[in-house]
């Protein structure tokens, strides 16, 4: 970039630079890499800027969509049909067009979760949970 004073003033000559690229950075957990490098080649996708750019092409329609009230709908070859249910892109779906689901709670279960819910701490995590976590 080139500078000149003119009338006591600096100015200064347009940068050619082309303005700087985003760095992106994820910790991911090991099954989700896995996850990530098994997408990546079933697309044939040989970088992850790639991979990121086409995820957040779809994950902004699909936001898009659920902002206008539409339901994402998987149907197969014999039409059967589910909706995604997605608790993210529930929360910019309007109100009137929210999923319901309904849990049939055992008088166990809601034992369970009320005994959990009234306690001072938060139990540490089991060894099994820590495992399904990190798969």
Known sequence: ????????????????????????????????????????EELQLTSNTDFLSDALALFHWAVSERKQGNRIISESANGERRVLVFPRLERVAPEAV????????????????????????????????IRAMRD
């Open 98 to 129: 929210l999923p319901r689901v309904e849990i049939q709670w055992t008088e166990k279960e809601l034992g369970s979760l009320a005994a959990l819910a009234s306690a001072a701490e938060a139990s540490r995590p089991t060894q099994a949970l």
């Open 1 to 40: 970039m080139t500078s000149k004073v003119r009338n006591n003033k600096l100015i200064q000559a347009p940068s050619s630079k082309r303005p700087r690229k985003a760095k992106f950075q994820a910790d991911l957990a090991p099954a989700e890499d896995r996850t990530m490098r098994a997408l990546k």
